[in-house]
């Protein structure tokens, strides 16, 4: 599995910047056109915040969960292209704990996902696509 070197990604909420990565900041909830870096581009949610974002060939929907001062994701991922790659979900939290959710693909296939519980109200999060 090769993550291309350009990935595919949305960004949508509150913004963290990773190295490299170019940012655009919308309203929670709100979907944003296809973006494309050097890196991955994140987003930041806190809890309680939901996100839609999309790809040229994927879409995602999460919410982040909090409780008793753990943090979540809960969601899914959708492939929505016949181009021969899948699509993720990918969280980090403040402590480098790192999720991914189930791959989604071929075109049309949608995944639930719920990440493990970490210490903290934040996470960052976003989609991506990669070749198989």
Known sequence: MTVRNAIRG???????????AVLVALAPGAAAGPATSSGPVT???????????STSGA???????????????SGWVEDTASDGQCAKVKAIWPNGNTYFSPAACPK????S???????GN??????YEYDV
Do not use: D, M
């Open 10 to 20: 949305t960004v949508i909420g509150s913004t963290v910047a990773v190295a490299g």
């Open 43 to 53: 987003t930041l949610g806190t809890c309680g915040q939901t996100f839609s974002p």
């Open 59 to 73: 879409k995602a929907y999460w919410e982040v969960q909090c409780s008793g001062g753990r943090v979540r994701i």
């Open 108 to 111: 049309g296939n949608r995944k």
């Open 113 to 119: 996902f719920t990440s493990q519980y970490n210490s």
């Open 122 to 127: 934040s996470v960052n999060a976003y989609l």
